[in-house]
């Protein structure tokens, strides 16, 4: 069983019928997804980017961590069963086994994008608009957050007062 699921066991669970949508592009529900078992669709822009199976995979984890709409949307294949979570950024914060499971993840989904543009660089290189790849390679790899993560209030340290 994937860490994620045993720390999650005790988690709400929902049954997804087939063709039910999980997650809708530029909805917000404030809710995370881990998948129990069954088969989704992750589309985009009315495009299929992925089918996925594997238990473990994590769905509205963007939308938590930076408080946005859903960027794709997410549906059932099959009947397919879910672990629901309600206040994903607290589960974060507070879940080491889960924390770093998705920062896997979002650096394998990082790592994949990265290698995509550069192929596609490649196979357009001596094109004009080739630059804009470089643009976005650019802006992946060095970009720097503009929103802070706060630190829980337990390891905030108060304001020093000087005399």
Do not use: W
């Not at 509205?60 to 629901?84: I, K, N, Q």
């Not at 979002?106 to 192929?119: E, Q, S, T, W």
């Not at 804009?132 to 007062?161: A, C, F, I, Y």
């Amino acid at each position: 069983m994937a860490p994620i699921l045993e720390a999650l066991r005790d988690y709400p669970v929902r049954t997804f019928a087939a063709g039910e949508d999980i997650l809708v592009q530029n909805g917000r529900t404030g809710l995370m997804f881990v998948l129990l078992d069954g088969a989704v669709e992750v589309i985009k822009d009315e495009v299929r980017l992925d089918t996925v199976t594997q238990p473990g995979a994590i769905y509205g984890d963007l939308s938590a961590l930076l408080d946005v709409p859903h960027t794709a949307t997410v549906r059932a294949l099959r009947e397919s069963r879910m672990h629901v979570v309600t206040n994903p950024r607290a589960l974060l914060q507070e879940n080491t086994v889960i924390c770093f499971q998705l920062c896997e993840l979002l650096a394998r989904r990082l790592d994949g994008l990265a290698k995509y543009l550069v192929d596609v660089k490649k196979q357009y290189e001596g094109h004009d608009h080739i630059g804009m790849v470089d643009n976005v390679l650019e802006t992946l790899m060095n970009r720097q957050p503009r929103k802070r993560v706060t630190p829980p209030p337990s390891t905030v340290r108060g304001p020093e007062v000087l005399d």
